[in-house]
């Protein structure tokens, strides 16, 4: 197991590596360069390559990307051109804001989504099932901006009860700051409920079909405790790795939502980052987010093993 | 309206030259009592001076300071104490006096630095701020600025004439990273800032130049007056100026506050503290007002603005701006190398119809120059240019064009520009002129922002927004001088290059006025670019918020803000 965590951890490092890479050079094939997006589009030419030789975006290429790495393997992540600011605390209040939202998100749908999934698979073809799906899969096409306006129009402006921004003023309690990333999260909900609820639906009804299941209610297994001993553990497995890989897109993707709730995460970070061609802020943001993407994964598999005995040690043994 | 000459001998008897003129002219009706104010502020006459004129020219004793637009102006007795909450645009970029050329920064740095004047965009007036008179010499090349006394940075140090040489000669030096570049460039070089003493402060000029005042304005929104010395790139963490206001925190990408300046100058402002929060887009914003998360949105646009600017909850204030938009042909390319053709355009568009469309009437049509209905120089005389179909058609079959002509119009995506190109196309269409629309992101249209380098320099048509100056300078100088920067038209006309010359060196608003004249005829004659409107700057606050001073360039000045229960 160690080994394979080992191994695991050091193809992670040699993907980060090359993300960076790749991110550095696609970064150069944009458009534009930092010191006119900080000036804008009509500043003098003279005040342009002034800004750019203060920020050292006039060196070549690859002398910047030597700067740029160096340190940040020793752990600096060097300041932002955009901000004149170091990029270590802007970065990590973005992330840890995403990282909270996505919890509040992952809290509401995971139970909502594997209860719909299981209740769809036990009442499978019936009309309750066709209703569950249908909600789900339409919930998923639904993009957040305009579910998330449709939300705040309803239960921030017209019925007045829940907050329409997600942040909170500084030193807020962990209460209030829930309460305000409810209805943030209430988008996301509905876009991975879709998802999450037809895997397990898929995994309940195969766990459902199988010879074991058939042999459990035929040795006389309440309903019940066949349906939590012996389906949930198996139908659980697809589900998580929904989970996993929806990670990614929960912390990073949320442009649309953190800009409606005027959410400072790290997904408008990044983005904002690309388009100034703000480098050093959008390598740390863009590896951020590959490091919470493979330890989620990461996670995901040791999870899978733990609840799968079949596949455990598989690589070692 | 009876004068009273002897009262007004013996003013003159007190006034320079070019004050004497001015006086001449409210005299003789040729000027009138705003404009008075606003070109005797210009030439650095005293309000009490400019009033007694007034008074003795028989008038009431009502001074153009209390004209500002009735939502914003104080009623009653202001409340003390309490907390403004404003919505503004997040700062793009570093809070940094020198670099900032974006909405958001540019409100910041108005909120705790001063200038040496103020362009009061509601009394569309220019009012003393930390100079407390300027005068020009004779001709308009060295302009000479008293400054007040008694000002001091919120870290107690007293203001100086060195504070002010320091900060201009930083602005105006090509070897820093200064956006005021494209206000000073030209006009003034390091060396021409000089301190005559310590409260007085001259600008020598590369060229006589009649509206010099402004460049040093809030409308020169990077020129705050930073302590002599000063490391621009600290400023963000202090934010030191002169104003009512002082720093009490900023978060990048969150929001700002700060609290009132108790020594203020002017006397501490009315509210205890002011809290901005960041935005990145519109909508949010809107919502924010509407569920009462902010009393104040700094500025909008009217474009899915419907549901505040239609409602008597809230006051909106609109400031007529020279925000504009500027459609240029390549008068070097076929077809457009014949004037005809360009005029042809230009008449197939129904502006007023744009206004309303595009604008939802928050805007002021335009005649295909760049002198803005704001301009106290503008000259409204020359004829406004409306649509004619028949005209235009008949103007086309002359250049050679009977059956139209096909061609392609580039743009940015920004603010309602892709849908006024839909319109232009429309438009265009109705003359058989076809034309293709390539919408492209700024960046990508702007590119280097040289020629041969830019999609908006040099595209055959090519739509840009060109936002809100207090002078009509740059607009005149970059985009239609033959040696400009942006002339994306790439117009050269000697004539329209003598008259700007003559316009920019011009002290007094009756020469002014009559070039301006001349330049809107060739402008209409020529139409190397259209300009079918300008648009308003907008401001929203809740009915309870009083004495908010907005301008259309996105800042606002909140010394005399409050907010009743």
Known sequence: ?317 | MATDDRELDALRGKSSELENHYIDELAAGRLSRRQFMRKGAVIGMSTTMMGAILAACGGANSVGTSSASSSASASGTPTKGGTLKLATQAPSAAVNPLTVADAGGLCMLAQTGEFLAFDDNLALQLKPMLATAWKPSQNGAVWTFSLRQGVKFHDGSPLTADDVVYTFQQLSNTKNASNALSNLGGVVTPDGVKKVDASTVAFHLEAPNGNFPYLVSSDNYNAIIVPKGYDYGNWQKTFIGTGPFKLKSYTQNVGADFIANPTYWGGAPHLDSTAFTFYTSQQPQILALQGGTVDVIVQFVAQGAQSILNNTQYAIISLKSSNHRELSMRNDMTPFTDPRVRQAIALSLDRPGMVQALLTGKGQVGNDSPFAPKFPSTNTSVPQRTQDIAKAKQLLSAAGHPNGFSTTLTTEQYEEIPALAQVIAEAASKIGVTIKLKVENQTDYYGKATYGNSDWLDAIMSLVDYGDRGVPNVFLESPLSSGGPWNAARFHNKTYDGLVKQYVAAVDLQTQKTLAGKIESLLLQETPIVIPYFIDGLTATTSTVHGVNPTALSAIFLKDAYKTA
Do not use: C
């Open chain 1, 1 to 317: 197991m160690l080994v394979f965590i080992l191994k695991r951890v050091g193809l992670g490092l040699i993907t980060l590596w090359i993300l960076s890479v790749i991110v550095f050079f696609a970064a150069q094939v944009l458009p534009g360069d930092p010191a006119r997006s900080i000036l804008g589009p009509l500043a003098a030419p003279s005040a342009v390559t002034a800004l750019s030789h203060q920020l050292g975006t006039d060196k070549p290429v690859i002398e910047q990307y030597w700067t740029w790495i160096t340190h940040f393997v020793t752990g600096n992540p060097g300041n932002s051109y955009q901000y004149q600011a170091p990029i270590g605390p802007l970065l990590t209040t973005a992330l840890v804001n995403s990282l909270k939202l996505a919890a509040v998100a992952f809290i509401l749908v995971v139970p909502l989504g594997i209860i719909g999934g299981v209740v769809a698979a036990l009442n499978i073809g019936k009309p309750l099932d066709r209703v569950l799906s249908v909600f789900g899969l339409s919930a998923v096409v639904i993009p957040e901006l305009v579910s998330g306006i449709i939300l705040i129009l309803i239960f921030g402006i017209w019925l007045n009860v829940l907050p329409i921004e997600a942040s909170t003023p500084p030193g807020s309690s962990i209460g209030t700051q829930l309460y305000h990333l409810i209805l943030p999260a209430i988008p996301l909900v509905l876009i991975l409920f879709g998802y999450i609820q037809q895997m397990a639906r898929a995994g309940t009804a195969e766990a459902l079909a199988s010879d074991y299941a058939r042999t459990a209610t035929l040795k006389g297994l309440p309903r019940g405790v066949m349906i939590r001993r012996h389906i949930l553990r198996n139908s659980l497995l697809p589900t998580i790795t929904v989970i996993a890989t929806q990670t990614g897109y929960l912390i990073g993707g949320l442009v649309l939502v953190e800009t409606l709730f005027h959410y400072n995460g790290i997904g408008s970070l990044i983005y904002n980052a690309a388009n100034n061609k703000d480098f050093p802020m959008l390598e740390a943001g863009v590896l951020t987010i590959g490091i919470v993407y493979m330890v989620a994964t990461l996670s995901a598999d040791i999870l899978y093993s733990l609840l799968n005995p079949r596949i455990r040690y598989q690589g070692v043994e």
